[in-house]
């Protein structure tokens, strides 16, 4: 019976992908279902969440630009928002206690404020969960939303620190000294190889960091950010976070089914969490308000916005501190637990409709642009190109050389990772920050002299919004994209694209025909083969 919950996990996060719905709202109703069948929730289930979100907060760390966090729109939109929402919350709630709703007659301004600040806090979980299977974590909005997540993060240390009491150990000051341990790290990571000691490189880094901060009494969740950080710009980040991809996934399913386990909710409280559900998209106007009044772009503003309007498990941390030190009821418990749950399915069911719904209402929103964007907003493209390669991992920039040596600088590459484009421009490289889910961009753009657009990206559903971005444009040319799993090919076909290549089946032959130029077959090849 210990592991019976990854049965109902797995039938429950099937049946859910079945009818074309995020798996984690299967793993919330798993959670909640068992616990309804009187199954309790062992120790295993609470280790499996935690490492889960440790290693999420380590591969965040990976992926994350120091540098972003200083930007205005980041540190003044996080505290902004916390601010004004709290303050909208508190004034919310007292309302509600004078017309005598259940549950908020006992709240007083205390903890009124306590609620407010703790529904103030985005998922982290579940906005990374959003992004990493969109394939929209380096994209501009992505990023933008990370730095938010690791704002509020910085402000729950500090709340947990005073509520608790708790000071930080004086040795915590030697933390600092962490950046010059860094090329130790480096070195490590490098000699680590490419087989199983490199995910386990990133379990001992990143549990290493836990356990080193959670000894100087700072939160530990935080030390495996800031490892992630001090090896960001390492050459094999890369790799490390992809090896850690499934180990994480797996683990995080843990802390979903967990949140069904916090109580049994009874219709009373359920119709409080609505009433907190409900408050939602006062969350998302809220920030897209004030990224708007930060001089962001529309679609930008709009797509932050819409991936942090939701509540965080954070929110449950600070109900279990409340009820220890007598401030909330037990119920508030469940109550909160519920609104969480239920602000996971909205996100997850909204924000696979983002762009399409930016399609639709482009013009509302363009028009609460203000007149000065962000120069980091402001995207130069090229002229006289006429290939297009969008997405420069590694099969992009292999695909990007191999045409430049044909064709020169006819053909130009596009990518949504700021910091590989930047890295990319110095080495003379002709490429160019954009995001090809952009409306705004393709209509900005002259596509008249594109011939060929290639689409070397690893996710079907950005390649297929592309395509459909391009026909929106009135792109007369052809494109060319690649399939990873035999199943994806005729639904890129179905999408309007002009040419399929399956991944694995090109590189064999590439490498087939490459190794029989090294005995001089190169000529005689078709002759082989009708033999």
């Given at each position: 019976?210990?592991?019976?919950?990854?049965?109902?996990?797995?039938?429950?996060?099937?049946?859910?992908?079945?009818?074309?719905?995020?798996?984690?709202?299967?793993?919330?109703?798993?959670?909640?279902?068992?616990?309804?069948?009187?199954?309790?929730?062992?120790?295993?289930?609470?280790?499996?969440?935690?490492l889960?979100?440790?290693?999420?907060?380590?591969?965040?760390?990976?992926?994350?630009?120091?540098?972003?966090?200083?930007?205005?729109?980041?540190?003044?939109?996080?505290?902004?928002?916390?601010?004004?929402?709290?303050?909208?919350?508190?004034?919310?709630?007292?309302?509600?206690?004078?017309?005598?709703?259940?549950?908020?007659?006992?709240?007083?301004?205390?903890?009124?404020?306590?609620?407010?600040?703790?529904?103030?806090?985005?998922?982290?979980?579940?906005?990374?969960?959003?992004?990493?299977?969109?394939?929209?974590?380096?994209?501009?909005?992505?990023?933008?939303?990370?730095?938010?997540?690791v704002?509020?993060?910085?402000?729950?240390v500090?709340?947990?620190?005073?509520?608790?009491?708790?000071?930080?150990?004086?040795?915590?000051?030697?933390?600092?000294?962490?950046?010059?341990?860094?090329?130790?790290?480096?070195?490590?990571?490098?000699?680590?190889?490419?087989g199983?000691?490199?995910?386990l490189a990133?379990?001992?880094?990143?549990?290493?960091?836990?356990?080193?901060?959670?000894?100087v009494?700072?939160?530990?969740?935080?030390?495996?950010?800031?490892?992630?950080?001090?090896?960001?710009?390492?050459?094999?980040?890369?790799?490390?976070?992809?090896?850690?991809l499934?180990?994480?996934?797996?683990?995080?399913i843990g802390?979903?089914?967990?949140?069904?386990?916090t109580?049994?909710?009874?219709?009373?409280?359920?119709?409080?969490?609505?009433?907190?559900?409900?408050?939602?998209?006062?969350?998302?106007?809220?920030?897209?308000?004030?990224?708007?009044?930060?001089?962001?772009?529309?679609?930008?503003?709009?797509?932050?916005?819409?991936?942090?309007?939701?509540?965080?498990?954070?929110?449950?941390?600070?109900?279990?501190?409340?009820?220890?030190?007598?401030?909330?009821?037990?119920?508030?418990?469940?109550?909160?637990?519920?609104?969480?749950?239920?602000?996971?399915?909205?996100?997850?069911?909204?924000?696979?409709?983002?762009?399409?719904i930016?399609?639709?209402?482009?013009?509302?929103?363009?028009?609460?642009?203000?007149?000065?964007?962000?120069?980091?907003?402001?995207?130069?493209?090229?002229?006289?190109?006429?290939?297009?390669v969008?997405?420069?991992?590694?099969?992009?920039?292999?695909?990007?050389?191999?045409?430049?040596?044909?064709?020169?600088?006819?053909?130009?590459?596009?990518?949504?990772?700021?910091?590989?484009?930047?890295?990319?421009?110095?080495?003379?490289?002709?490429?160019?920050?954009?995001?090809?889910?952009?409306?705004?961009?393709?209509?900005?753009?002259?596509?008249?002299?594109?011939?060929?657009?290639?689409?070397?990206?690893?996710?079907?559903?950005d390649?297929?919004?592309?395509?459909?971005?391009?026909?929106f444009?009135?792109?007369?040319?052809?494109?060319?994209?690649?399939?990873?799993?035999?199943?994806?090919?005729?639904?890129?076909?179905?999408?309007?694209?002009?040419?399929?290549?399956?991944?694995?089946?090109?590189?064999g032959?590439?490498?087939?025909?490459?190794?029989?130029?090294?005995?001089?077959?190169?000529?005689?090849?078709?002759?082989?083969?009708?033999?």
């Amino acid at each position: 019976m210990d592991f019976i919950w990854i049965v109902f996990a797995f039938v429950c996060g099937y049946a859910l992908r079945l009818i074309d719905m995020p798996p984690l709202i299967g793993y919330l109703f798993a959670g909640f279902f068992l616990h309804f069948l009187g199954v309790e929730a062992d120790a295993s289930l609470k280790t499996l969440a935690d490492l889960g979100i440790t290693l999420m907060l380590f591969t965040i760390g990976l992926k994350l630009d120091v540098k972003d966090l200083f930007k205005t729109e980041v540190w003044a939109g996080t505290l902004s928002h916390m601010l004004l929402w709290s303050l909208l919350g508190i004034s919310f709630f007292l309302l509600l206690a004078t017309l005598s709703i259940p549950y908020f007659t006992d709240l007083d301004l205390q903890s009124a404020a306590l609620i407010s600040f703790a529904l103030s806090f985005s998922s982290t979980v579940c906005i990374v969960k959003l992004l990493e299977e969109s394939g929209e974590m380096k994209t501009r909005h992505g990023q933008l939303a990370i730095g938010v997540l690791v704002m509020q993060d910085i402000v729950a240390v500090l709340f947990l620190a005073s509520a608790t009491g708790k000071v930080p150990s004086v040795w915590a000051l030697a933390l600092f000294g962490l950046v010059f341990v860094r090329p130790v790290f480096n070195h490590m990571l490098m000699r680590a190889g490419h087989g199983e000691l490199l995910p386990l490189a990133g379990f001992f880094l990143a549990f290493g960091g836990y356990e080193l901060f959670n000894l100087v009494g700072i939160k530990g969740d935080l030390g495996a950010l800031i490892f992630g950080m001090l090896l960001s710009s390492h050459p094999k980040a890369s790799e490390l976070t992809k090896s850690l991809l499934s180990f994480k996934d797996i683990f995080l399913i843990g802390f979903f089914l967990s949140i069904g386990f916090t109580a049994l909710p009874s219709w009373s409280m359920m119709g409080i969490a609505t009433i907190l559900a409900i408050l939602i998209p006062l969350k998302y106007i809220l920030f897209f308000g004030i990224f708007s009044r930060l001089h962001l772009r529309g679609r930008t503003s709009y797509l932050t916005a819409l991936a942090l309007s939701n509540f965080s498990e954070f929110g449950l941390i600070v109900a279990y501190l409340c009820v220890d030190n007598g401030w909330l009821s037990n119920e508030w418990l469940v109550i909160l637990a519920l609104a969480v749950s239920l602000s996971f399915i909205l996100t997850s069911l909204v924000y696979r409709s983002a762009h399409s719904i930016y399609l639709l209402y482009k013009d509302r929103i363009k028009s609460f642009e203000t007149d000065t964007p962000l120069p980091s907003d402001i995207v130069h493209q090229p002229k006289g190109s006429e290939i297009l390669v969008i997405g420069l991992g590694r099969v992009g920039k292999g695909a990007f050389n191999a045409l430049h040596s044909m064709v020169g600088d006819k053909v130009w590459g596009m990518d949504a990772d700021r910091t590989r484009i930047e890295k990319y421009q110095s080495k003379g490289m002709h490429v160019f920050y954009g995001d090809g889910e952009d409306a705004d961009l393709w209509n900005r753009m002259d596509t008249q002299e594109l011939k060929l657009v290639l689409l070397a990206l690893p996710s079907i559903d950005d390649i297929l919004n592309i395509a459909e971005q391009l026909q929106f444009a009135n792109y007369k040319g052809e494109i060319a994209a690649i399939a990873r799993f035999p199943d994806e090919h005729d639904q890129l076909v179905e999408g309007g694209i002009d040419k399929v290549f399956n991944f694995y089946t090109e590189a064999g032959f590439g490498f087939a025909e490459e190794s029989l130029e090294l005995i001089g077959y190169t000529q005689q090849k078709p002759e082989l083969k009708e033999a």
